[in-house]
């Protein structure tokens, strides 16, 4: 039998005229779901009374085992069960109780034996149970509903996977348990796709428990995050090892929040004491219903049991302490300790001292006495999270008030950046820098980011920095502040990010230096900004979880508060807040205001040359128009937006961006106006260009021509020539492509003093025509062309100026002017990283380390490569891709690595699908390359004679002076030396310097 649950979406859409401020409470909640396996067969042959029987005994083992674990059952229907985990109050290991408490279910109902008699092939009583966790709207019950009302799909899906359970199974998510699932013995990872959810669900089937004590014992099973930074602090631990071997005793405490990196910290250390001559001993405390009194000194008696083995090594206290009576066991273990350290140094280290017992505190502060009057070699070492009081400070009886304490503060932006470089070693800079703005420095976060960025596939979607586990520890620390606090904080959460403080005190009547602030700020939830009257929240992460938990009614009132007050504030500031005033007139659900204040943040933006940032705003309007009546005036606006959007794509498209330009060409036909047709037709091919689709691209091209010139839009026909001049470009159509071009630099030259927009488009026309006559082996007009476009942007860290040195570096690696193309390549790589410009970016990173294997056979090149072709291909980018590829492929090629070099080869040569012929030349060289590596002269000749004539389909000397320098190279025939003279000539007409060395060298000077 099945419990029901209420489905959820219509409790949690937008309110309604009329509807109450607020409806029950949300709360993050784990769920386990329970039901009993095969019960509707067994009611068939089960007499009534028998079976109301066996239903009290399954009541009685709910009754007793849910509540042990720290859970309350929701509802009991028939043989099913539904209990929460969390409720009234969230902790951190909610997850691993709800699954504790499944395990022990399932074993004692295995045990229940059902009254009367049963079919021979009756297999026992079994369970099938699933377990998820998520923000869970909670209603008060009554008799029909239970003790609770769930509302919210976290209830539906620990449903589903309680009925994807088999016989005596458990199935529990796996953003419901997260590391704590090395809790426990578990199969395999796996997906399944659930009945009403849109996206497969990561989930594991939990067998029984393992050996992990400790959560650090269980970041070990999963594999530990590498160790970083703490130079200073273990300079401190191995001071105070020192000092404790010279004879001293002394008391440090490690004081951090949660995940910052106490145990690890302490792990790292300990490893190197134990090369020391002294003798650690561990305990740790925890939470759970198995700690006990004395918990952390009874785990290192159980240690040393290997000693009563060896009575010669023993000290007669550990005989006393292990055979004393509960009663005098803290006095039997204080004896055992300071007698060790009569013997030699002792390291005594307790982790989560925070949930240390009485008994524990009581032995632990005795121990410190004793060792300090008696002057004996003992260091004790503890790690606890803070204790704040009302205030934020650590209150003067905290657990370790008499230790000298090191205050563990996150992680460094550049040792963050080194953690998310270990963990993701191929992501790209942009969700790297998205990792480490949630993170906050806080290792944990770090970490679990990166594990969600990697099983995105390159990318973190809203919602997943606050899988549910991780959500919990978050959700505990915003539990236990008082409330003035946690309500501040969750209104700084629906604020954002970033707080203003004029705004803050507006709402609040709470200042910077308001106390209930300043204990947020020492609890590590926010602090100052660098920008002066700002706070900011420490761990991005604790912004995302404590939004999420606030109720769907008090946010929306406080987004329209917030609204209300930056509207009022901006009217006097030319329009200084469209930004804000779009992001939170949406989630108020305004949309008329939200799309308004959006397009207008996106012409702000676009004007700035801010173009991330403008395409996240034309986006943003869209998204709000789709909420507004469908009408033509709608659809015109939506189209218009899109062109905007697609000027903003110019130097970062993606497929999404695509998509969106072909929507509003449909719109555009739909509505049958030449003028709006033949716009919308030019940002398809401009975009179409931006990723690599020139076939297609010229295709949309065309049509905006024909359509421009009907309708007589001559300012579009002015733009044309240079956008079909670098179509044509791209596709290695040069005879055809420096004509537009010549057109559109002509043009534009009348028109650059007018506007910026008029000066980027030049540059960019310019930009194209250099590197067409650098492919051609016309260096020399080349820079001198390259040197007009820059000038205008030379230092500016505009996204032309990005653009235009890679094509530069492209230029100046022809040549063979190794070190100056690294150097035109740094600059491409720097300023799109700074405009978030992810083509530009990767492009100047690849050609950089191109450069190093030229100019140094840098080993690490191949891997730099690699990484910029992997953070372009999620965004589903081909432009010039066979740069990359043809790279690659004459790297692997040289190295050896013939499997991986083919591979290079067939994608080099795929682009010319889509006419991208720029690496051709060098992949077929590669390729001959490898044939003569293994002997095959013929093929090797053949693949040659391809790389000559994909040379020539350029006309680009460049490349028949290289393919000759190969051909030399192999000395396939006797033709070699002639080849050879014929490239040492080329490379000195065109002033290939780079190729002109490897020339002579071959020749013999």
Request: charged content about 20%; some cysteine.
């Amino acid at each position: 039998m099945t419990v029901a649950v209420t489905e959820s979406p219509a409790p949690l859409t937008a309110p309604t005229a009329g509807s109450p401020a607020s409806v029950g409470q949300r709360r993050l909640l784990t769920l386990l779901f329970v039901d009993l396996s095969g019960s509707t067969a067994m009611a068939e042959w089960m007499e009534a009374e028998h079976y109301a029987a066996m239903l009290a005994g399954l009541r009685e083992l709910y009754e007793r085992i849910v509540p042990h674990h720290g859970g309350v059952i929701a509802r009991i229907q028939g043989d099913g069960m539904l209990a929460v985990f969390g409720h009234p109050e969230v902790r951190e290991d909610d997850g691993r109780r709800a699954t504790e408490a499944a395990l022990e279910l399932h074993t004692a109902v295995r045990g229940l034996v059902p009254p009367g008699p049963k079919p021979a092939d009756f297999p026992g009583l079994t369970l099938h149970s699933g377990i998820h966790a998520g923000i869970v709207l909670v209603n008060d019950g009554d008799q029909m509903r239970g003790r609770f009302e769930l509302l919210g799909n976290a209830p539906n899906i620990a449903a589903r996977l309680s009925e994807a359970a088999k016989r005596d199974e458990i199935i529990a998510s796996e953003e419901s348990l997260g590391l704590q699932s090395q809790f426990f013995e578990t199969g395999p990872r796996f997906t399944l796709q659930l009945r009403g959810r849109a996206t497969p669900l990561a989930a594991y089937r939990v067998h029984g428990r393992a050996a992990v004590g400790r959560r650090f014992e269980a970041s070990v099973r999963r594999g530990l995050a590498p160790f970083v930074g703490r130079g200073g602090e273990l300079a401190a631990l191995d001071a105070a090892l020192a000092r404790t071997l010279a004879g001293n005793s002394h008391w440090l405490g490690l004081r951090a929040g949660a995940g910052v990196g106490k145990t690890r910290l302490t792990e790292e250390f300990l490893r190197r004491a134990a090369d020391q001559a002294c003798q650690i001993h561990r305990g740790y405390c925890e939470s759970y219903l198995s700690a006990e009194p004395l918990q952390p000194f009874l785990q290192m008696l159980r240690a040393m049991g290997g000693l009563a083995d060896r009575p010669q090594d023993a000290p007669p206290e550990l005989f006393a302490a292990q055979q004393s009576e509960p009663a005098q066991r803290a006095d039997a273990l204080l004896a055992l300790l300071l007698a060790l350290a009569r013997r030699t140094p002792q390291v005594v280290c307790i982790d989560d001292l925070q949930w240390a017992d009485d008994a524990s505190l009581r032995l632990l502060h005795r121990l410190r006495a004793a060792a300090h009057r008696e002057r004996l070699p003992l260091l004790l070492l503890t790690a606890s999270r803070p204790q704040p009081d009302q205030a934020g400070s650590a209150p003067p009886d905290a657990n370790d008030a008499h230790a000298d304490v090191i205050e563990l503060p996150p992680l460094t932006e550049t040792e963050a950046a080194r953690a998310v470089q270990l963990l993701l070693p191929q992501i790209d800079p942009f969700i790297a820098s998205e990792v480490q703005r949630h993170a906050g420095g806080n290792p944990l976060f770090i970490e679990e980011l990166c594990h969600a960025a990697a099983d995105a596939r390159g990318g973190l979607t809203e919602g997943q920095s606050s899988a549910a586990w991780l959500a919990a520890l978050v959700e505990s620390r915003v539990g236990r502040l008082p409330p003035e606090q946690a309500s501040l904080v969750r209104l700084a959460a629906v604020i954002g990010n970033v707080i203003p403080v004029w705004l803050l005190e507006a709402l609040t009547g709470c200042g910077e230096r308001h106390p209930a602030v300043q204990a947020l700020a020492a609890q590590d939830f926010i602090f100052p900004d660098q920008r002066p009257g700002h706070l900011r929240f420490k761990h991005g992460i604790t912004r995302d979880v404590v939004y999420e938990a606030t109720g769907l009614h008090e946010r929306q009132a406080l987004h329209r508060r917030i609204s209300a007050e930056l509207a009022a504030r901006g009217a006097a500031a030319a329009g200084q807040f469209h930004e804000q005033l779009a992001y939170h007139d949406a989630a108020a659900n305004d949309w008329p205001s939200a799309a308004r204040h959006a397009e207008a943040a996106g012409d702000q933006a676009l004007a700035a040359s801010a173009l991330d940032r403008a395409k996240k705003q034309f986006r943003a309007a869209l998204a709000a128009l789709e909420f507004l009546p469908d009408d033509e005036h709608r659809r015109r606006r939506w189209v218009g937006i899109a062109q905007r959007l697609g000027m903003a794509c110019v130097f970062d498209a993606s497929q999404d961006d695509l998509r969106v330009l072909r929507h509003a060409a449909g719109l555009a036909q739909a509505d049958g106006d030449a003028g709006l047709i033949a716009r919308t037709e030019y940002w398809l091919a401009y975009v179409g260009y931006a990723l690599g689709e020139t076939r297609d691209s010229l295709r949309h091209a065309r049509a905006a021509v024909e359509t421009a010139q009907a309708c007589g839009d001559n300012a579009l026909l002015a733009q044309l020539p240079g956008t079909v001049g670098q179509l044509q470009a791209a596709a290695a159509n040069y005879a055809e492509a420096l004509p537009m071009l010549d057109l559109a630099i002509a043009r534009q030259r009348q028109r650059a003093s007018k506007s910026a927009i008029n000066q980027i488009g030049l540059s960019f026309s310019l930009c194209c025509r250099a590197y067409v006559l650098g492919d051609q082996g016309r260096f020399e007009q080349a820079h001198e062309i390259f040197a007009e476009a820059l000038a205008p942007f030379d230092g500016s860290g505009h996204a032309v100026e990005a653009s235009m040195q890679g094509w530069r570096a492209a230029v100046l690696l022809w040549q063979g002017r190794w070190a100056e193309a690294r150097q035109a390549a740094a600059v491409a790589h720097r300023v799109g990283a700074q405009v978030r410009s992810m083509f530009t970016c990767a492009m100047g990173h690849a050609a950089g380390a191109y450069g190093a294997w030229m100019q140094d056979a840098d080993p690490a090149a191949r891997q730099h490569i690699l990484d910029a072709t992997a953070w372009l291909a999620p965004r589903g980018g081909g432009l010039y891709s066979s740069f990359q590829h043809g790279w690659l492929a004459d790297l692997l090629s040289t190295q050896g690595d013939a499997g991986a070099a083919r591979h290079h080869v067939a994608l080099a040569l795929r682009r010319g699908r889509q006419h991208d012929w720029i690496g051709g030349a060098m992949a077929y060289r590669a390729a001959a390359r490898l044939a003569a590596r293994m002997g095959d002269a013929p093929r090797a000749r053949r693949y040659l004679a391809l790389a000559r004539g994909a040379g020539e389909q350029r006309n680009s000397d460049h490349e028949a002076a290289v393919t000759a320098l190969l051909e030399a190279e192999l000395e396939l025939d006797d033709g070699w030396r002639a080849a050879l003279e014929r490239a040492r000539i080329e490379f000195e007409r065109m002033g290939m310097t780079g190729f002109l060395e490897r020339a002579r060298q071959l020749g013999g000077g």
